[in-house]
């Protein structure tokens, strides 16, 4: 079974005993101290100014701190990467490679490092280094990109047929090349008349910044990034071409957009000619995300030839660093979770129909509700108040009661934005749902009640519910409609927007599975590129004539979904039921792409409907009133049934850990290969001394053992002493104590005298 977090070890110099152990506990003292170790990686797809760094979790490897890699030296005319660096001679040691390039500006731009959830082992015991292969050990291969950390992504979207040129060209294929240009106006060295030239096609790419291109259309083999070619990607009609920029200095470049066509009397051998070009200057991105429509010059001429229209979108790093490379779920999905039941709005929509959910939706009371009746994963809907406080609500409007001039009794309802009212405005002053206000019918009377309130923020939520109840966040984000209005003029800058969520999240989620998901692919795009730790899905409506369609294409089907998810380089799609009831193979397009698929939609509030979508493969499915459509025989989250017997293995192969090798016990300790004990003796360390809920050993004793009640005395008595202690000490002071645990179960009167007064104490 897979754990989700482990937590960070700590180089000690001395393993000093409690001031509680009395002299008869005292042990001997081992100094730590260091020893060689050759660290050696192949790397065949370094690609130039790339260099491979190495991270781990001693302060010699610098802590998983990306700002603290340790760089290795490449072997001339080879693959292979490596250093000599030192190590503690005690404990076991844990590492990852890492890709990346250091900038002029001497910051750190991750390419891609390996992501297994276990990092890679150095055992205490191991004597001899050997040669790593990157991204590859434990019989897996995972690799993932990097997230930003103190660059900038600038992309570029050319869609929905861009090009609008003379009539002799609008029949052609174009292809369109983007390439930055750093601007350094007033400080170039003196140039020579003979160096000045009209040719834009021999531009040099700025040092430590990366242009990757892909399509999305009916051909799936472009859609992922690739490195772009030196005549740039071919846009047909309905393509969605996709342009990223990764840059340290967005502000110093401006970007030459060059566009190339064939001839029609070319050979395949031949290139593309140059037919013209434009240039985007820094000073035209007014926000984060915009449209931009401008002119394309001839090369040979200067005149004009026409317009090319495009949007543009612009990322930013969080400004608070909040990710390190100790640990990554962005891609990482168990095999054994599917058919996931997910808690739509909590308990589900209240206001939709007449037999809504008798519990306001998106309320603690309503997340509680669902969680206790079996949730899985809880969905609800996260926006902004006006004081930039994550709420939880669904509709980007609310109703406030007014009172007309000289009439006591009448009311009317004016309807407002949520993001125009400030958290104090939301929780205190009487709102209404847009249905209550637009009906004049009040539904709900119990805002009395702390937990039943409407907007609880995103900090109240994660620290309120139930720890191993996983969150499905959905960021809502205006959209812009087909007929070119939008959902909502948002006043919010998107990073801004991005940047007070997640970092509510990263800080206060503590060990709990999350998700986040987007019906914005931009905004989707935007928490992978901020963050490393959490998976993101795209949400789509496809095609269905419920609900009015989007603008941006990639909103516009399942498949088109799917490309995004895979260009993007994030977990999955949440897709709408309808869509997949009508054509069922959309699963598996989306499985055989890599990817996760959840659904949602009102076809899902049904339990037939619930059993065959399980069958279909679908990991998760999304529905209203779970506490009556449940499936579930016994009404627990997996995560909680994960962590139980998590923790019940942990407290097992601890106590295999302290028995000595007798005859008694020679079976006990020979385990198969796949329980991986090495890697335990880090995890039990850690978990233990930053007192894990989910899998600490004093919570997994009460379970264990519940009429113990002194275990927890017990064990933080000795939690310091299962790895970096004397083992004679050890088998002193644990042996009994867990072979006795192990032997009595739930009865504690079968603990022998000695034991059941230890935990008394």
């Given at each position: 079974?897979q ?11 001395k ?9 008869q506990?005292?042990f001997?003292?081992r100094?730590?101290?260091l020893?060689d170790?050759i660290?050696s ?16 979790s001693t302060v010699?490897l610098g802590?998983w701190?990306?700002n603290?890699l340790?760089?290795l030296e490449?072997?001339s005319?080879s ?7 030192k190590?503690p001679n005690?404990?076991d040691?844990?590492y990852?490679?890492?890709?990346c390039v ?9 390419r ?6 276990h990092?890679r082992?150095?055992?205490e015991s ?10 590859e050990y434990d019989?897996?291969r995972n ?8 660059q900038?992504?600038?992309q ?6 861009p090009?609008?040129?003379?009539s002799?060209l609008?029949?052609r ?5 983007v ?7 007033g ?8 160096s000045l030239s009209t040719?834009t096609m021999?531009?040099e ?7 990757e291109v892909?399509t999305l259309g009916?051909d799936t083999?472009v ?6 070619e030196q ?8 393509d ?6 990764t ?15 064939y001839s029609?009397r070319?050979s395949t051998e031949?290139p593309p ?6 240039y ?8 984060s995300e915009?449209?931009l429509?401008?002119p394309?010059?001839?090369n040979v001429?200067h005149r004009p030839?026409?317009?090319?229209n ?5 990322i930013h ?5 909040l990710?390190d ?6 891609k990482h999905?168990?095999?054994?979770w ?8 909590g308990l589900?929509a ?7 959910n008798s519990i306001?939706e998106?309320?603690?009371?309503s ?9 899985d994963l809880?969905e609800f ?10 709420v939880?609500?669904h509709?980007?409007h609310?109703c406030?009661s007014m ?9 009317e309802?004016?309807e407002l934005p ?6 104090e405005?939301?929780?205190k002053?009487?709102?209404?749902h ?6 004049h019918e009040?539904?709900?009377?119990d805002?009395d009640?702390?937990?039943h309130?409407p907007?609880p923020?995103l900090?109240?939520?994660l620290?309120n519910i ?5 969150f499905?966040?959905?960021l809502?984000?205006?959209m812009e409609m087909?007929?070119?209005t939008?959902?909502l003029?948002?006043?919010f800058d998107?990073?801004t927007y991005?940047?007070?969520i ?5 800080k206060?989620a503590?060990?709990?599975?999350i998700v986040?998901s987007?019906f914005?692919p931009?905004?989707?795009?935007m928490v992978?590129q901020?963050q490393?730790?959490y998976p ?7 095609i269905?004539n419920?609900y009015p ?14 490309q ?9 799609v ?5 869509d997949l009831?009508?054509d069922?193979t959309?699963?598996?397009?989306a499985?055989?792409a890599?990817l996760?698929?959840?659904?949602w ?9 619930i059993k ?6 679908l990991h998760?499915v999304?529905?209203?009133k779970?506490?009556q459509?449940?499936?579930k025989?016994i009404?627990?989250s997996?995560f909680?049934v994960?962590?139980r ?5 942990l407290m097992r ?6 028995l000595p090798t007798t ?9 198969p290969?796949s ?5 335990l003796?880090?995890?039990l360390?850690n978990k ?8 600490s050993?004093?919570s997994?004793a009460s379970s264990?053992n519940?009429?113990?009640?002194g275990?927890?005395?017990?064990l933080k008595?000795n939690r ?7 083992k ?6 644990q042996r ?5 645990l192990?032997t009595a ?6 603990l022998?005298?000695?034991s059941r007064?230890?935990?008394?104490e």
């Open positions: 079974m754990r989700w977090f482990y937590l960070e070890e700590h180089k000690k110099q393993i000093i005993p409690s001031k509680k152990m009395s002299l506990q005292s001997k003292v100094e730590v101290t020893r170790w660290f990686v192949s790397a065949p797809d370094v690609r130039p100014g790339e260099k491979v760094f190495l991270t781990g010699e802590e701190d990306f603290k340790v760089s490449q072997l005319a693959d292979l990467w490596t250093k000599t660096i190590i005690i404990g040691v844990l990852r490679y890492v890709i250091i900038t002029e500006e001497n910051t750190v731009n991750i891609y490092w390996e992501t297994n959830i990092p082992l150095i055992k191991a004597l001899h280094p050997g040669e790593d292969k990157f991204g019989d897996k690799i993932s990109t990097g997230w930003l950390t103190t900038t992504l600038v570029f979207k050319f869609a929905n047929n090009l609008k040129l003379k002799r609008n029949t294929l174009m292809n369109i090349k390439t930055p240009v750093k601007l350094s106006f400080m170039e060295s003196h140039l020579d008349d003979s040719d021999d531009v790419v700025p040092a430590g910044v990366f242009v892909s009916n083999s859609c992922r990034l690739k490195v772009q005549f740039g990607r071919e846009y047909r009609p309905n969605i071409l996709l342009v990223n920029v840059t340290p200095n967005h502000l110093g470049l401006a970007y030459l957009v060059d566009f190339y066509s029609s070319a031949d000619c140059h037919i013209g070009y434009t985007i200057l820094p000073n035209m991105f007014k926000l915009g449209t429509e401008l394309v010059t001839c001429k030839l026409g317009t090319v495009f949007d543009y979108l612009i790093p969080l400004p608070e660093k990710c490379l100790q640990v990554s779920f962005a999905w168990d095999p054994t599917t058919g996931l039941e997910v808690g739509h709005r589900g209240s206001f939709k129909t007449k037999e809504g306001r998106n309320t603690i009371a997340l509680k509700k669902a969680a206790a009746s079996g949730a809880l809907d996260v926006q902004l108040s006006k004081d930039m406080i994550p939880i609500y509709d980007y609310v406030i009172k007309r001039k000289k009439e006591v009794e009448h009311t309802m004016l949520v993001k125009d009212l400030t958290l405005h939301l929780q002053l009487k709102v209404y847009l249905v209550e206000g637009r009906n009040i539904l709900f009377f805002e009640l702390e937990e309130q907007f923020t900090e109240d939520v620290r139930d720890l191993h109840v996983g499905n966040i959905e809502k984000w205006t087909g007929d070119g939008f959902e003029n948002n006043p998107m990073n991005v940047d007070k997640l970092e509510v999240v990263l206060h503590g060990e709990r599975r986040f987007g914005n931009d905004i989707c795009t992978r901020k490393n730790k993101v899905m795209f949400l789509t409506i496809g269905t419920k369609a989007y603008r941006d294409p990639r909103c516009l089907s399942i498949p088109a979904a799917v995004h998810a895979v260009s993007s380089d994030i977990l999955g949440v897709v709408h039921t309808e009831l009508r069922p959309q699963v598996k397009l499985t055989d890599g996760v698929i959840f659904c939609g009102d076809d899902n509030n049904d339990k037939n409907t065959r979508l399980k069958e279909m493969g998760a999304i529905y209203d779970l506490d459509y449940t499936t025989e009404k627990e997996i909680l994960e962590a017997d998590s923790q019940r293995e192969l601890a106590a295999l850990d302290v005859e008694s016990s020679t079976t006990v300790h020979t385990l290969e329980t991986n004990r090495p890697f003796d880090l995890s360390r233990i001394q930053e007192g894990s809920t989910a899998t050993l004093e997994l264990v519940p009429r113990s009640e275990i927890d005395k017990n008595r310091n002493l299962v790895t970096n202690t004397d004679d000490y050890q088998v002193k002071e009994n104590y867990f072979r006795d192990f179960g739930d009865n504690s009167k079968e022998p005298k000695k007064q230890n935990n008394k």
